[in-house]
Each structure stands twice: as structure tokens, then as C-alpha cells.
């Protein structure tokens, strides 16, 4: 069935880059996302990619898509100590309904 | 521009009371609506969604059931609650491009749900 993995904890220094990965098992989902929830509120979406792109950047935030392994990565740059948060990365349950299959969320850490 | 309400935030409730939590939404017509459940410490889980006005289609059986009595108000309910029930109930929304459902949801700020 589907499924999508994502390591539970990342740890990096303020200015470090961060680099938080995620394998999924659904190969025909049309677009791959990421989602990013601060303490005690709901998700916003940081960023999508279409499943025949292999990057896709969007000034601090670098996507990397690895269709053939189903791996996908979000890279944060100089990253901040506002970028602590969980990182969701999901994919397409079923096309054109909107479901979507998340990960279990990557807990990212922000030592200053 | 859209925005999604959620209430109430925080609710404590005992063990075989109902439960109703609200969502609506404001500057769009037609969505598609969510309900996620989110458990401590684990992912989200898709718990119900609605295509329209009295149609919601349930992803997994469960205690809770959902209602949409108008376009824009989506709502999740039980009769009975259950230790278990207790998580972060999330509302969602989800943006058309033409015919085109996607993936790119609108969260509300969340109902933290605590079962004693």
C-alpha cells in the first residue's frame, strides 16, 4: 500500500544547511509536497514538485526528487532559528481529489 | 482571500460525551474539505472528505463521522468518545486549478481534543 517515510529528528546549527528526507511508495502520484507546521497550529505548504522534475528551488528551499529510488529531499539553506518546526512530506493518495499520504514529520532543531 | 476557521481550539472532554468541532470557510466556493487527525508524535491521517454539500466519503472506520450542511461548513462529530479519539484535529481545504483538484491544501490552526 502507500506509504511515506521521513526520519523523526534533525539537529543542525543556525547558518548550517538542512537537509530532511523522505522516501515514498505511491509512483504515480502527479506532485510531491512539503509542509511545514510550527508549535500548536496547523500546516502550510512550503513548497510542491511535479513528478517529472528532478529540482525545483525557491530562494532559501532546494527540492530533490529521485524518481527511480522515490526519494524525495527539502534542503533549507542558512538556516534559521524561525525554520524550527516538523516538516511533512506527502504525496498524492489518489489524483485529483486532493488526499493526500504524509509522512510521520521531521521534528528540525535550530541550536543558535 | 480564502481563509479557514476552526473551534473550538482546545477542548477536554469525558469519556462517552459527544463531540462537535467546526470548520467553515471563507473566499471560495466549492471546495474540497478535510478533516486529518494528527496522534502525538505521528503523522497525519486522513479521516474524512467532502466533494460537496451532504457528500463526505470516511477513509478509515472509526467512532467519529463528518457532515457538511453547507458549502463552506464542514463538521466532525461522535456520539460517544473514546480514549483513542484524543489527537489534533486538523480542517483542511484544497485549491482547484480549473477542473483540477490538487494537493495544495489550507490548514485551519487546529482542535486539540483531550479524552480523560
Known amino acids: 500500500g502507500e506509504d511515506v517515510e521521513q526520519s523523526l529528528f534533525l539537529s543542525v546549527r543556525e547558518g548550517d544547511s538542512s537537509v530532511i528526507n523522505c522516501t515514498y511508495t505511491d509512483s504515480s502520484s502527479t506532485y510531491l509536497y512539503w509542509y511545514k507546521q510550527e508549535p500548536g497550529a496547523g500546516l502550510q505548504l512550503l513548497t510542491y514538485i511535479f513528478s517529472n522534475m528532478d529540482m525545483k528551488q525557491d530562494q532559501r528551499l532546494t527540492v530533490l526528487l529521485n524518481k527511480k529510488d522515490k526519494h524525495l529531499s527539502l534542503r533549507i539553506a542558512d538556516t534559521q532559528t524561525g525554520d524550527s518546526a516538523i516538516y511533512f512530506c506527502a504525496e498524492e493518495g489518489s489524483s485529483n481529489t486532493g488526499k493526500l499520504i504524509f509522512g510521520q514529520g521531521t521534528t528540525l532543531q535550530v541550536k543558535p | 482571500s480564502q481563509t479557514i476557521h476552526q473551534w473550538p481550539a482546545t477542548l477536554v472532554q469525558p469519556v462517552g460525551s459527544p463531540l462537535s468541532l467546526e470548520c467553515t470557510v471563507e473566499g471560495t466556493s466549492n471546495p474540497n474539505l478535510y478533516w486529518y487527525r494528527q496522534a502525538a508524535g505521528r503523522g497525519l491521517q486522513l479521516l474524512f472528505y467532502s466533494v460537496g454539500i451532504g457528500q463526505i466519503s470516511s477513509e478509515v472506520p472509526q467512532n467519529l463521522s463528518a457532515s457538511r450542511p453547507q458549502d463552506r461548513q464542514f463538521i466532525l462529530s461522535s456520539k460517544k468518545l473514546l480514549l483513542s479519539d484524543s489527537g489534533f484535529y486538523l480542517c483542511?481545504?484544497?485549491?482547484?486549478?480549473?477542473?483540477?483538484?490538487?494537493?495544495?491544501?489550507?490548514f485551519g490552526e487546529g482542535s486539540r481534543l483531550t479524552v480523560l
Open positions: 483542511a481545504w484544497s485549491v482547484h486549478r480549473g477542473s483540477i483538484v490538487t494537493g495544495e491544501l489550507f
